[in-house]
């Protein structure tokens, strides 16, 4: 099937689809697919390892499932007690760990109904500080102002953008309807900020 690409131009349903989509569920779409990208040489290794390993491990277990052979003598198999209780000590350190981090960014962004996406780190959060939210992106629109007024004189922003960009992690800002009068200084300081 050609399309017509004087009718539709290349990338015409997407910027469309961006318009007319709700942008935080668009955004966190986004967000999911990028992860399954491999972006650097240290992830290609990385999924190449596991999968091999994850290979080796079934084609073990088949080993083992096919295989006739003759089963230990011993009426008590060899047991490996501190392996066992290392491995079960990391899970639950992992547990705690990742529990934690959830906890502690989505407290630290339940100020910021803005912050779409956040990262999902440990963070200490002090009492009242507006300034520790790790946002990934930044959304605030109001597609349909209810008067000219606020039409003429949209919400100012900046001082938001100053809070959410203070961590460095912000990577998409979307303001619709709103006024920026300058870009701050810690946005500066967001190296990965692709969309703006």
């Known amino acids: 099937m050609a399309i017509n690409l004087q009718v539709f131009p290349i990338g015409w349903f997407e910027q469309n689809a961006n318009v007319i989509a709700d942008p935080v569920q668009t955004t966190v779409i986004y967000h999911t697919l990028k992860t399954l990208r491999i972006m650097s040489v240290l992830q290609l290794f990385t999924r190449i390892g596991i999968n091999c390993t994850f290979c080796f491990r079934l084609w073990e277990l088949n080993d083992m499932i096919q295989s006739h052979k003759v089963q230990q003598s011993s009426m008590y198999p060899k047991q490996n007690h501190p392996a066992a209780a290392a491995f079960v000590i990391i899970a639950i350190m992992l547990v705690v760990f990742v529990e934690e981090s959830l906890r502690t960014s989505t407290s630290a962004c339940s100020k910021h109904p803005e912050c779409a996406v956040n990262a999902h780190r440990w963070t200490i959060v002090d009492n009242d500080s507006l300034m520790q939210c790790p946002c990934l ?60």
């Open 137 to 196: 992106m930044l959304i605030d629109r109001d597609i349909a102002p209810k008067t000219y007024a606020e039409w003429l004189n949209p919400k100012n922003v900046t001082e938001k953008v100053a809070q959410l960009a203070a961590t460095g992690d912000l990577q998409t800002l979307q303001l619709t309807n709103r006024h920026l009068s300058a870009l701050p200084d810690e946005l500066r300081r967001c190296r990965n900020l692709r969309y703006l």
